[in-house]
Nanobody, 116 residues
Framework: QVQLEESGGGLVQPGGSLRLSCVAS????????MGWYRQAPGKERELVAT???????NYADSVKGRFTISRDNAKNTAYLQMNSLKPEDTCVYYC??????????WGQGTQVTVSS
C-alpha cells in the first residue's frame, strides 16, 4: 500500500521559513513526478510546485522566487523549502506523486499557517 507521509508544517510569522518533507513508502514502480499542492478553506486545490525524476521543476507564479522544490530519489522523498512566507500562503499543503504507470497518490496534508 502506497503511503505519503508529510511533515514540517506549522505556524510561522510573515517573512519566515518552513521546510516541508514528503516520504513515499510502499512504492513498487518508479516515481516520475513529485509535487506539492495547497488548498485554502473554501477554495480549490492548486498547484504549488512539481519536480520530475530528472530534476525539472515547475512553480506556480505566486511562489516563484520564494519556494524551492527538491527531491531525493534514493529516499523517495520530496522537499519544499518555503521562504518569505506571506499570510496568503496559509493553506493545507498536500504531497502528490505519480508513478511510471501514471498512477497518482496524495498525502493527507499538513497545515501551514502564516500569521503574526
Amino acid at each position: 500500500q502506497v503511503q505519503l507521509e508529510e511533515s514540517g508544517g506549522g505556524l510561522v510569522q510573515p517573512g519566515g521559513s518552513l521546510r516541508l518533507s514528503c516520504v513515499a513508502s510502499g512504492i513498487i514502480f518508479t516515481i516520475n513526478t513529485m509535487g506539492w499542492y495547497r488548498q485554502a478553506p473554501g477554495k480549490e486545490r492548486e498547484l504549488v510546485a512539481t519536480i520530475t525524476r530528472s530534476g525539472t521543476t515547475n512553480y506556480a507564479d505566486s511562489v516563484k522566487g520564494r519556494f524551492t522544490i527538491s527531491r531525493d530519489n534514493a529516499k523517495n522523498t520530496a522537499y519544499l523549502q518555503m521562504n518569505s512566507l506571506k499570510p496568503e500562503d496559509t493553506c493545507v499543503y498536500y504531497c502528490h506523486i505519480k508513478d511510471s504507470l501514471g498512477r497518482a497518490y496524495w498525502g493527507q496534508g499538513t497545515q501551514v499557517t502564516v500569521s503574526s
